[in-house]
Every structure is written in C-alpha cells, then in structure tokens.
C-alpha cells in the first residue's frame, strides 16, 4: 500500500511531557498537511508544508507545537509540555499540487490518536 | 457562524435507500468541494472532488454544488449497510499565487444504514 503512513497510531502520555509523531506521504506529492480532529468535529487545519518548507501555520498551532519536512519527505509534528486539550486525533494529508495553484486532491493517513492523562 | 455547517445527525436509513447529505457554507471564495467518508477511528477516505458549480457522479455517489446559493450536497444511491460512516464535506479557496490548499470542514454527518 503507497499511501499515507502515520506512527504512532496511538499515544497515551503524562501532562508535560513531549511527544513527537510521523507522518510518511504518498511518494509522488510535494505538499503535506497537518491537521487536528477533536470528537464529533471535523478536522482543523494546523499547517502545511510545500516540499520542505512550512508556508503556513495556524492560530491552533502554539508555541509548543513544531513542524518539520526535512528533504521534503516525511514530516514529524512534535508537541512540547502536553497539555490535557491536546488530546486528539491528529491527522496527516498529501496532495500532488501544480505551480499553476490547482488544488489538488488530498488523501489523508489513519491517525495519530493522542491522549493526554 | 462557522465558515462551513453540516447538521451532525445521526441519520438513519434502511438499506437500499436514497441518502441526502448536506452542507451550507459562508466563504464565497470557495470553488473546491470535497466529501470524505471516515469510519470510527479512521482517517477520512476522499469520495468525490468537484471543483466550482454542477453535478459529478461516481457509481452511487452523486455529488452537487450550487455555488449560487453556498450549497452542496452528496447522495448515495442503493446505500448499503457498508455506508455507515460520518460523512464529511470539505473546501478549499484557490488564493493564486499564496494558495495554501488548505481544507475547511464541516462537522460531519454521522449515517446509519439498518440491514
């Protein structure tokens, strides 16, 4: 299967402690979203990177939260000081997007589910 | 007022049903509309990709945009017990040459189909 690969699938911490999460995009696509879903809501967007550089962030995303795509490849969503309002699902997307700023077609990984005792 | 609403349900069918699912949204700017289907404890799964007004259609699914009236709308014809989910639509703003392509969501309409 080539497509969206995020680990851990789950992550239970302590409160303060920090965590970091993967996500592996189709091969093919240069841009890479992060987003957060509460339950019962839809997914928000955190932020995203075009290649590797990250060219929009949130209000969501707090100091405590960093993002990175080295070489453009796999990113890591890393959240310092977990807080218990961090807890969950965070979610990861790709897309194949043309200079020309179509919008292309998102596909999403299976998760991250965090819980923050 | 959230940018795009979705009335969460549930909604309960029987199998075999036509199924109407539903989203307002305030954002004129917006000219790509996504559904996604996710299951419990999933990730979203892309159903259909429209992009500005009219209608496309996809084996049982049927999706419809309305951009006169900020409506769109998904419909799944035959629906089979395999269908229940929360459904999910989407959009996004084509902003040139700062395009983020980043989605907006709606809330998600959780859809039972009773065998």
């Known amino acids: 299967d080539t497509g969206v690969s995020q680990d851990p699938r789950h992550k239970i911490t302590k409160r303060g402690q920090n965590v970091t999460f993967r996500c592996d995009p189709i091969?093919?696509?240069?841009?890479l979203y992060w987003y957060r879903q509460t339950l019962g809501q839809g997914p928000e967007f955190l932020t995203y990177f075009q290649n590797e550089a990250q060219l929009e962030k949130s209000r969501l995303l707090s100091d405590r939260f960093s993002a990175e795509r080295p070489k453009g490849s796999f990113s890591t969503l890393e959240i310092q000081r977990t807080e218990q309002g961090d807890s969950a699902m965070y979610l990861c997307?790709?897309?194949?997007?043309?200079?020309?700023?179509?919008?292309?077609?998102?596909?999403f990984g299976p998760g991250t589910r965090l819980t923050v005792t | 007022q959230k940018e795009v609403e979705q009335d969460p349900g549930p909604l309960s069918v029987p199998e075999g049903a036509i199924v109407s699912l539903n989203c307002t949204y305030s954002?004129?700017?917006?000219?790509?509309f996504m559904w996604y289907r996710q299951y419990s404890r999933k990730g979203p799964e892309l159903l259909m990709y429209t992009y500005s007004s009219g209608n496309k259609e996809d084996g049982r699914f049927t999706a419809q945009v309305d951009k006169s009236s900020k409506y769109i709308s998904l419909f799944i014809r035959d629906s089979q017990p395999s269908d229940s989910a929360t459904y999910l639509c989407a959009m996004g703003a084509k902003g040139g040459s700062s395009n983020t392509g980043k989605l907006i969501f709606g809330q998600g309409t959780t859809l039972q189909v009773k065998p």
């Open positions: 091969s093919e696509h240069n841009r």
């Open positions: 954002n004129s700017a917006f000219q790509y």
């Open positions: 997307a790709s897309s194949l997007t043309g200079l020309a700023g179509a919008f292309g077609e998102q596909y």
